[in-house]
């Protein structure tokens, strides 16, 4: 009897233990979520002209709530008693989507022209903070730099086609958040994507390639994150 008392208490202080140890944890986790344009990408023009590849909205993007995927890998510090504070450091990545709103897509729909998406992929690296009230429930915080890599889908017609190069820039993101038992968390975040440089590859206009154009965006997002942490 005393040897299945002293099998049952180990298992318990075992298990104890690794709740301690998962209190906050070193993983990867994966985040689903809205994505709200700001600044210029956000800008609907009054009335706009649809010219492939020139800067014809004025710098604005028209962009509408889209949609993000990402992934992060989260390294927990400790303490020399080999505790967990609270801090770690992180890597990210997030694939943004976002279409035109409906007003600039009916627009060139009217002219039968194919209306461009935008899509941006920041890749952050930076440092969290998180504070346990329970083990079900806590608050975070996070701050990161990296870089944005943004790309605008081919539009135009039939024999008139305009596609863009891939453009990396400097970003910047801050987030807060609630985190679940350790394995879901909700979070707001905000990216600053500075000002993107929207350059054509290719322009053609009857199968004849024009020069190569571009035009600055100021770029900025605010994405609502449902996090899962393994």
Request: glycine share 12%; net charge neutral; aromatic share 14%.
């Amino acid at each position: 009897m005393k040897k299945v008392l002293l099998i049952v208490f180990a298992l318990m202080l075992g298990a104890s233990v690794t709740v301690s140890a998962q209190y906050t944890k070193t993983g990867m986790s994966f985040q689903l979520g809205g994505v709200l344009p700001s600044l210029e990408f956000n800008d609907d023009p009054a009335a706009p002209l649809i010219v492939p590849g020139t800067n014809s909205f004025n710098g604005g993007g028209g962009a509408m709530f889209g949609a993000s995927f990402g992934v992060k890998y989260t390294y927990m510090i400790k303490n020399k008693e080999h505790q967990d504070i609270g801090l770690g450091v992180f890597l990210s990545a997030d694939a943004m989507w976002n279409a035109m709103n409906k007003k600039l897509r009916e627009t060139y729909d009217d002219q039968e022209c194919t209306h461009p998406q935008y899509v941006n992929v920041p890749i952050m690296a930076g440092v969290s903070y998180t504070t346990q009230f329970s083990s079900v429930f806590g608050i975070w915080v996070e701050g990161g730099i990296g870089a944005d890599l943004f790309f605008k889908t081919p539009e135009g017609w039939k024999n008139s086609t305009t596609e863009y190069k891939l453009n990396a820039e400097f970003a910047v993101e801050g987030g807060v958040g609630f985190i679940f038992g350790r394995t879901v968390s909700i979070g707001a975040h905000y990216y600053w994507f500075g000002t993107h440089d929207v350059r054509t590859k290719v322009q053609k206009y009857h199968e004849v390639e024009l020069p190569n154009n571009s035009y600055p965006m100021k770029m900025g997002v605010w994405a609502f994150k449902l996090g899962f942490h393994f």
